[in-house]
Nanobody, 122 residues
Framework: QLQLVESGGGLVQPGGSLRLSCAASGFTLDYYAIGWFRQAPGEEREGLSCLTSSGTTINYADSVKGRFTVSRDNAKNTVYLQMNTLKPEDTAVYYC???????????????WGQGTQVTVSS
């Protein structure tokens, strides 16, 4: 069974950092593109960044450029989203998803994690 499991969310103060993990099972992550998305209440799911199978990062959201970084640990079959200088507007449920190729559109992705809540508040 192909599965992605996110972890690492939580409550953080503005200006703080979090690192989200996306662990894969049933397939090898570095054969695929892994995208990160988020969805705030009442809003559409937004594409943030994507890591290609070759390890290149493609950014889709100007609001997180320079603050969010994607990386991969092949030995752990896990992709990470490092989030720095967090702002209240970053509050959302964060998802990772698998695709053959990177895209900022959700319909290109066929396996999704369950999501992890990130709340930025003082």
């Amino acid at each position: 069974q192909l599965q992605l499991v996110e972890s690492g969310g939580g409550l953080v103060q503005p200006g703080g950092s979090l690192r989200l993990s996306c662990a894969a099972s049933g397939f090898t992550l570095d054969y695929y593109a892994i995208g990160w998305f988020r969805q705030a209440p009442g809003e559409e799911r937004e594409g943030l960044s994507c890591l290609t199978s070759s390890g290149t990062t493609i950014n889709y959201a100007d609001s997180v450029k320079g603050r969010f970084t994607v990386s991969r640990d092949n030995a752990k079959n896990t992709v990470y989203l490092q989030m720095n200088t967090l702002k209240p507007e970053d509050t959302a449920v964060y998802y990772c998803a698998k695709s053959r190729y990177c895209s900022g559109s959700t319909f290109r992705y066929d396996v999704w994690g369950q999501g992890t809540q990130v709340t930025v508040s003082s």
